[in-house]
């Protein structure tokens, strides 16, 4: 069974950045897609980057578009991902929870692009507040 683990959340000010981290192992087949969806408690969801398993084609939300980037380096070896998220110019409006994810085909879930994210970890606070 895959253990998604996230770090990096925090407070932060209007304008300033974070880099998210997660650390992804267990795998025992392929994936469709991995990345991070946002939700507040008691809110809808919203997927917010992915990038796809098979490839390195990255998608992203609209509302974080040009301000947050993706990446992913992998260990074979180990059957593990180690994935990163870079972001810049916060809003408060982007204060929320962000989960770890990943799209194991099954469509369903947050979507964001082509994936859907039906497996996730326990998410890290990010606040974005003066």
């Known amino acids: 069974q895959v253990q998604l683990v996230e770090s990096g959340g925090g407070l932060v000010q209007p304008g300033g950045s974070l880099r998210l981290s997660c650390v992804a192992s267990g795998f025992t087949s392929d994936y469709h897609g991995i990345g991070w969806f946002r939700q507040a408690p008691g809110k809808g969801h919203e997927g917010v980057a992915c990038?796809?398993?098979?490839?390195?084609?990255?998608?992203?939300?609209?509302s974080v578009k040009d301000r947050f980037t993706i990446s992913r380096h992998n260990d074979d070896g180990k059957n593990t991902v180690f994935l990163q998220m870079n972001m810049t110019r916060l809003k408060p409006e982007d204060t929320d929870i962000y989960f770890c994810?990943?799209?194991?085909?099954?469509?369903?879930?947050?979507?964001?692009?082509?994936?859907?994210?039906?497996?996730w970890g326990q998410g890290t606070q990010v606040t974005v507040s003066s």
């Open positions: 990038i796809s398993g098979g490839d390195d084609t990255t998608y992203y939300a609209d």
């Open positions: 994810a990943i799209d194991f085909g099954l469509k369903r879930g947050a979507k964001v692009g082509s994936c859907y994210f039906g497996s």
